[in-house]
Structure formats: C-alpha cells, structure tokens
C-alpha cells in the first residue's frame, strides 16, 4: 500500500525566507503526487500536482515543487514566503487504480514578521 | 453554491448518540469522497463514491459508520453510539473523475465533538 511521509510537523521561517517543506513517498509503480494547503477554518486546497513529464512542477501562490524517484521525494519549495503562507501543508500520493488519495500527517508553516 | 458544501459545520453530542453530517458536493462531481481529521494524524480516508455507490468503503473504522448518497449529489455519514475516539473533522470532497488524474475540491469539514 501507498504511504507518505512529511518528517517535519512544524517550521517557523520568517517573511521573504525561502521555504522547503519535505515529502517522501511510497509506491510501487510511478505515482501521481499532491501538495494541498490548509488555512485556518478553510477546507484544503490544491497547491499544484505531478502526474509525469517535467520532474519540475510550477502551482499556485509561487509554490513548486521537484519530483525525485531516486530519492522518492516530492519537496515543496518557494523563493519568499510570505506572512499570509501560514498554514499546513499536505502532501498526497494517488493510487491510480484504488481511486483515492493518501495524506501525510502534514506540516504547520508558522511565518514570522 | 460553487464549493462543496459541508453541514453542521460544528456538533457537540454526548457518548453514545448518534449524528448525521451531510454533504453538498459541486453540481456534476460524479465522485465524493469522505476524510476524516484527527490532531496529529493527517487525513484518514473514509470512503469513496462513484454516483451512487461506494466501491471502496475500505477505511471505515467500524460498523458504527456508515454512509449513503443519493441522486449522485448528497451524501450523509452516520455515526451510531458515537464514541469519543470519533471526535475529528469530518472533511467531504468531490471530483470530476473516479480516477485520480483529476483536483479533489474539499468542503471546510464538520467538526464533532464527543463528551
């Protein structure tokens, strides 16, 4: 069975920081691989997604993230980070023939001023 | 509305009752999707809906849950003689597509709280 793994449950970067949140994963065949986002009392957002192609994918907010199958790894980045980024991150892994999305227990990004 | 609708958003009940939470998911999502959200433990997966049926029930905790949807839009989990482990987010998406090739939309989850 899929799984995945976010090592880290809490980063604290300051404002215009750059920003890498960690995901590894585990899956038998290539695997389609999520980011979502988390805001306080709002339900969870797709940051961006990688299905195949380009191991560098681009989303939304200036969010992107790198696909690594040797490191099974799937690292969300950003340049700056900015105040309103504070949030937690998912990450998720699809099995494509169980229809459903696995999570990792998430990452709380707190920002400082 | 255009987002996947989610009600209540907060439930208080006491042991052993049992409560409803229901979801609204976006006009045409043929698939809908029930998670729930523990503190410290991620997303859990529930059960998944394709129209009206639930090819994969396979993350209910037990037979205290259940959950049906009706007319390939609303969907309600039940849980009977709610015990307090079952406290959690209860967070319903829905998708254009079984497949997950496709963006899960997520509702902002109903909170229960079991004393």
């Known amino acids: 069975a899929q799984s995945v793994t976010q090592p880290d449950i809490h980063i604290t970067v300051s404002e215009g920081a750059s920003l890498e949140l960690r995901c590894n994963y585990s899956?038998?065949?290539?695997?389609?691989l999520f980011w979502y986002v988390q805001s306080p009392g709002q339900g969870l957002q797709l940051l961006l997604k990688?299905?195949?192609?380009?191991?560098l994918v681009q989303g939304i907010k200036g969010f992107e993230a790198e696909f690594k199958r040797s490191q099974s790894s799937f690292n969300l980045r950003k340049p700056s980070v900015h105040w309103s980024d504070a949030a937690e991150y998912f990450c998720?892994?699809?099995?494509?023939?169980?229809?459903?999305?696995?999570f990792g227990t998430g990452t709380r990004l707190q920002v400082t001023l | 509305g255009a987002g996947v609708s989610q009600s209540p958003s907060n439930k208080v009940t006491e042991k052993g009752k049992d409560v409803e939470l229901r979801c609204d998911p976006i006009?045409?999502?043929?698939?809908l999707y029930w998670y729930r959200q523990s503190l410290g433990q991620g997303l859990e997966f529930l059960i998944y809906?394709?129209?009206?049926?639930?090819?994969?029930k396979s993350g209910l905790p037990s037979d205290r849950f259940s959950a049906e949807r009706t007319g390939g839009s609303v969907s309600t989990l039940t849980i009977q003689r709610t015990q307090q482990e079952d406290s959690a987010v209860y967070l319903c998406?829905?998708?254009?597509?079984?497949?997950?090739?496709?963006?899960?939309?997520f509702g902002e989850g109903s909170r229960l709280t079991v004393l």
């Open positions: 998406a829905s998708s254009l597509r079984t497949r997950n090739t496709g963006e899960l939309f």
């Open positions: 899956y038998g065949a290539t695997p389609y």
């Open positions: 990688y299905f195949s192609g380009d191991t």
């Open positions: 998720a892994v699809a099995d494509v023939t169980a229809s459903k999305l696995t």
């Open positions: 006009s045409g999502h043929t698939a």
């Open positions: 809906f394709q129209g009206n049926s639930a090819p994969d």
